[in-house]
C-alpha cells in the first residue's frame, strides 16, 4: 500500500541510524587526495572529495564502505547504486551540518558513552579490539577510536536535527480524518490479529537494611565523584542499573513536561548546575542526580540507579499473596479489574484495571506479530478470561516481581476501521506528515547551504536537488 510518494532516499535508509554507521566525519582541511585501501579492477584507487555539504566533506571510499557496512549486516546491496548510497550520505551530512548552524549540542561523553556500548559489541563479534581496527583498516586501535569517535558523533548530529524536525510536527483529528477519506477502500491497510492484556503485580517487599546498602553505596560514589577520584559518568557506565542511559554515562536530558516520575522531577529541579543530589527513592529503586547544565526550561543531568537486593524470602510472601489475589478472582469474590485497582503494585496500569499501554502505540491492543516475545508468551495459549498461573518478572534492572495476567479482549485481522483503529490511523497520518515536513526541510535548507558535486556524481538522479537545477 502507498500513502505517499517519497521524496527522500534516507527512508530507504532510516534504520542505519541506529546501526555503527560508516560514512566519513572529516571538517574540510583541504582537497588533496588520499590514497584508497579499497582496490579497483587491481589498481590502487586514488580516493578523492566527491562532495562538499557545508563543512562536511563526502569521500568516494565512504560509499565503498556503506556497502561494506550493509553486506556486514546480512542486507543485499544489489539493487542499491552508488547514487543512491551518496544521496543517503549527502542527507546525512546536510542533517550534521545543520545541527550545529541549530546549535544542537552533543556531549563527548554522550558519544563515548555510545562508543563503549558499540565496541564491546563489536569486540563480542570479532574477538579483540585489534582486530576490529584491522576489519576497518586503521593502523592502530587509536587511530580507529578517533574515526569512530568522529562518525558516532555525526550520527548523533544526525539523528537529533531530524528528531527536532518530526517533533515539531502535530496532526489534528480533522486532518487524520482527510488522510483516512483519502486512501482507496481497496489500499486501506490491514491489521493483523491483536489483544488487550491485564495484569495485577505484586512487588516483593526490600528490608530497610538492604535499602541502607543501596544508599551506602550511591553516598560513595558521590564522595568520589566529589573529590575527584571518578566522573560520574564513569560510575554511571559501570553502576548504574538503568539500561536506557548506562550507556552514555547517566545522561539524559529533561523539562517539565519529559515524563518521569514526579519524585526524579522534583529532586532534578531542585538541584544547582554543578551539584549532585543525595540519595532519594522512586519506584525503580534509589537515585543520585548530578546537575551538568540548565538551559532555561530544559536540565542536562546524568544519574546512577541502583535498585536493593530481593531477599527469598520476600520473593515468597510476594507469590503467595498472589496466590491468594487469583484464588479470590477464580472464586467470584473479586473480579480481575477490581483486584487490580485495590491490590496491584503497578501504578501505571492500577487505576485501569490493571490493563497494559502498547509502548509503540500508546494503545491497549498488542498486535501478536509485533507483541514482546516474553509477553506473547506468557499470554499466547491463555483462553478467553483464564488467569495465569504466578509469573516471576524479572526487569533488566534486575528488579522482580510476581504477576498474574489475563487477555481481556481479541481482534481478529481486519480492515482499517475509523472508529476502530483511530490511533492507527493518526500514526500512518502523522507519518506521513513528518514525512512532508522532512521533504520540505531539505529543499530549505538545501538553497541555502553551500553544497558541491563533482566528476561522474554529477550524472547522478537524485531524488533532492543537490545539484541545484
Sequence with gaps: MKFVNTKNVFLFFLMLLSSFG?????????????????PATG????????????????????????????????????????????????????????AIQDSIKVTDAEVKGMMDERLNYMVEQ??????????YKKESVEEFKTYFFDILKENKL???????????????????????????????????????????????????????????????????????????????????????????????????????????????????EGEISAPFETEFGFHIIYVEKIKGQELELRHILLAPTVTKA?????????????????????????????????????????????????????????????????VSNLKDNEISLPILDEEKQGKKKYKIVTVTNRINEHVADYAKDYIKIKDLALKEKQIKAIGKWFDEKIKETYIKIIGEYRDCDFTNNWLKK
Design 158 to 272: 544526525t539523528s537529533e536535527m531530524q528528531k527536532k524536525i518530526v517533533d515539531a510536527v502535530e496532526i489534528t483529528p480533522e486532518e487524520v480524518r482527510n488522510f483516512f477519506k483519502k486512501i482507496p477502500k481497496e489500499e486501506l491497510p490491514l491489521f493483523g490479529a491483536e489483544m488487550e492484556v491485564a495484569q495485577i503485580v505484586v512487588t516483593p517487599k526490600v528490608s530497610d537494611a538492604d535499602k541502607k546498602k543501596v544508599i551506602d553505596k550511591l553516598n560513595e560514589f558521590k564522595k568520589e565523584i566529589q573529590e575527584g577520584q571518578s566522573s560520574f559518568a564513569t560510575k554511571a557506565v559501570l553502576y548504574s542499573q538503568d539500561p536506557g542511559s548506562r550507556s552514555s554515562g547517566g545522561f539524559y536530558k529533561m523539562n517539565r513536561k519529559t515524563p518521569f516520575v514526579k519524585e526524579f522531577k522534583d529532586v532534578a529541579f531542585s538541584l544547582k
Design 43 to 98: 589498481r590502487q584507487k586514488i580516493d578523492g572529495i566527491i562532495a562538499t555539504v557545508g563543512d562536511y566533506i563526502v569521500l568516494d571510499s565512504d560509499i565503498d564502505k556503506m556497502f561494506l557496512e550493509l553486506s556486514s549486516q546480512g542486507n543485499s546491496i544489489k539493487d542499491i547504486t552508488r547514487c543512491q548510497m551518496l544521496g543517503k550520505l549527502l542527507e546525512d551530512k546536510l542533517y550534521a551540518h545543520q
Design 314 to 378: 520476600s520473593l515468597d510472601e510476594a507469590k503467595e499473596k498472589i496466590t491468594l489475589i487469583r484464588k479470590r478472582i477464580l472464586d467470584k469474590e473479586i473480579t480481575f479489574a477490581d483486584a487490580a485497582r485495590s491490590m496491584s503494585d503497578e501504578k501505571e496500569t492500577r487505576a485501569n484495571g490493571g490493563v497494559l499501554i502498547n509502548p509503540q502505540t500508546q494503545d491497549t491492543r498488542f498486535e501478536l506479530t509485533k507483541m514482546d516475545p516474553v509477553l506473547y508468551g506468557q
Design 126 to 135: 570479532i574477538g579483540s579490539i585489534e582486530k576490529v581496527a584491522e576489519y
Design 22 to 38: 560508516i560514512s566519513a566525519q572529516e571538517i574540510i582541511k583541504d582537497a588533496e587526495p588520499v590514497v584508497s585501501n579499497v
